[in-house]
Nanobody, 128 residues
Framework: QVHLVESGGGLVQAGDSLRLSCTASGRTASGRTFDRYHMSWFRQAPGKEREFVAAITWSGDNTNYADSVKGRFTVSRDNVKSTMWLQMDSLKPEDTAVYSC????????????????WGQGTQVTVSS
């Protein structure tokens, strides 16, 4: 199985920046590894459903963002390091959530059911 571990969360003030990391290890029974998967970030705030934040294709050539973070967040990856990042700038209190990364082979990038592996998440708290 592919194992995902997020890090980099914390408590910051509005307007600050954070960079989250998602590091992968392992491979599936069919031999798939991190560098073959499209990847995404999702977040879940207390009492709310998990929501899509950002996505990046397996090659890193294409990215996609939720409207709420467009222009403030940047997703990137390094397949040699088996790591994906989420650079979060101009953070707002409404960005407070647990952020998780996930792998996707196919299907809609907005639909959680399309994702095969999930990390445990990292807490981001933005104070006003």
């Amino acid at each position: 199985q592919v194992h995902l571990v997020e890090s980099g969360g914390g408590l910051v003030q509005a307007g600050d920046s954070l960079r989250l990391s998602c590091t992968a290890s392992g491979r599936t029974a069919s031999g798939r590894t991190f560098d073959r998967y499209h990847m995404s970030w999702f977040r879940q705030a207390p009492g709310k459903e998990r929501e899509f934040v950002a996505a990046i294709t397996w090659s890193g050539d294409n990215t996609n963002y939720a409207d709420s973070v467009k222009g403030r967040f940047t997703v990137s990856r390094d397949n040699v390091k088996s790591t994906m990042w989420l650079q979060m700038d101009s953070l707002k209190p409404e960005d407070t959530a647990v952020y998780s990364c996930a792998t996707r082979w196919s299907g809609s990038l907005y639909y959680t059911g399309s994702y095969e592996h999930w990390g445990q998440g990292t807490q981001v708290t933005v104070s006003s």
